[in-house]
């Protein structure tokens, strides 16, 4: 099954044509409902606790909408439900080793004040983790930067270092636009630093 991001790249860079804060959720519920990820009264359970104010700039968000982080990811199946430049998403982890450096819940949750990665463009992944780390937020893990990507067209204009997550130990998992194959999840060494890649974060993951 493969949906399409729930706005267009247009509304994405444009916060006045984002959807409400009420709007937002309702369209990032029924998106994960339909994709079997979560139940939809686990989703709903969330809604209180949105923050209600709207988008204020474009790649920031006041909140996002996760699904619960699988017992084992299946990173190909995942990403199955990417699509950017028209194609659909791959993965190249499977296999490896894969850990998170937070924990993250098996149910749905917020994360609140999302920033999309555009602030660390051009910045390595350790240079943009310690600042996220020093201003008191946290960055991505792999299974976050694939619900993000999946919602938001996010990779029609940048690709995404996940610097919450470590594949064998030393590489940064990386969700990116390959312009042959499409929509590529693989993994970097450290030190990695171009303009097109950014580190996205929030400021904190919120439970019901």
């Keep these: ?16 044509k984002m959807p ?21 009264a686990e989703l709903w359970s969330l809604f209180a606790a949105i923050p209600k104010e709207p988008s204020l700039a474009p790649g920031r968000l006041p ?24 194609k659909t998403g791959v993965s190249y982890l ?7 450096l937070v924990e993250l819940p098996k149910r749905p949750y917020l994360m609140i004040d999302v ?6 463009l051009k910045v390595s992944q350790d240079d943009a983790a310690s600042r996220i780390r020093a201003a008191g937020r ?3 893990t792999t299974f976050e930067s694939w619900a993000y990507a999946t919602i ?10 996940s610097v919450e997550s470590l594949l064998d130990g030393e590489f940064v998992p990386t969700l990116y636009r390959n312009q042959e194959i499409g929509p590529t999840l693989g993994g970097l060494r450290s030190g990695f630093a171009v303009s097109t890649y950014g580190t996205p974060s929030c400021r904190e993951r919120r439970e019901c």
């Design 138 to 140: 946290s960055g991505f």
């Design 63 to 86: 909140f996002f909408l996760v699904p619960g982080y699988p017992e084992i990811p299946d990173w190909k199946k995942l990403m199955g439900f990417v699509r950017a430049g028209g």
């Design 94 to 100: 499977n296999g490896g080793e894969h850990t998170n």
């Design 1 to 16: 099954m493969t949906l399409s991001p729930i706005v267009t790249i247009e509304q994405y860079e444009m916060p006045t």
């Design 152 to 161: 938001f067209p996010v990779l029609e204009r940048q690709s995404l270092f």
């Design 20 to 40: 409400n804060a009420l709007q937002l959720f309702e369209d990032m519920a029924r998106y994960w409902a339909s994709t079997s990820f979560a139940e939809e």
């Design 115 to 120: 920033e999309d990665g555009r602030s660390y």
